[in-house]
C-alpha cells in the first residue's frame, strides 16, 4: 500500500494552500487518514484527521478553524486545505494512514515541504 502525497511548495503568509494524499496497493483498510508535520528541529505533530467511513474530523489547536481535512472515498484521497498560512506552519508534511479501529497511524507517505515566507 502507498501513500501518494501532493501539493506544497513555497506561499506568502495568509495564503492558502492544498496537499493531498491518495492511497494505492492491494487490497487494504482504512479506518483514518491524517495529516502530522515536522518542522525544522521539532519533533513530528498531529495536524488533522478524518475517520474515512463516518468524516469526523480533528484538528490540532494550532491549526483548528484554518485547515480543512476532506476525503474523497471513490478516489482514496484525504485533501488538507491550508488557508491563513503563518510563518509557523512551515514544516514538512506527512500524510498517514490507520488501518484499524484503534486509531493508531501505522503506514506514512512520503513528506512533502510547506514553507511560508515572504
Known amino acids: 500500500v502507498q501513500l501518494q502525497a501532493s501539493g506544497g511548495g513555497s506561499v506568502q503568509p495568509e495564503d492558502s494552500s492544498t496537499l493531498s494524499c491518495t492511497a494505492s496497493g492491494p487490497s487494504f483498510t482504512i479506518y483514518s487518514m491524517g495529516w502530522f508535520r515536522q518542522a525544522p528541529g521539532k519533533e513530528r505533530e498531529f495536524v488533522a484527521g478524518?475517520?474515512?467511513?463516518?468524516?469526523?474530523?480533528d484538528y490540532s489547536d494550532s491549526v483548528k478553524d484554518r485547515f480543512i481535512i476532506s476525503r474523497d472515498k471513490p478516489e482514496l484521497t484525504a485533501t488538507l486545505q491550508m488557508n491563513n498560512l503563518k510563518y509557523e506552519d512551515t514544516a514538512v508534511y506527512y500524510c498517514?494512514?490507520?488501518?484499524?479501529?484503534?486509531?493508531?497511524?501505522?503506514?506514512w507517505g512520503q513528506g512533502t515541504l510547506v514553507t511560508v515566507s515572504s
Open positions: 478524518i475517520k474515512w467511513n463516518v468524516g469526523d474530523t
Open positions: 498517514a494512514r490507520a488501518p484499524l479501529s484503534d486509531g493508531k497511524y501505522t503506514h
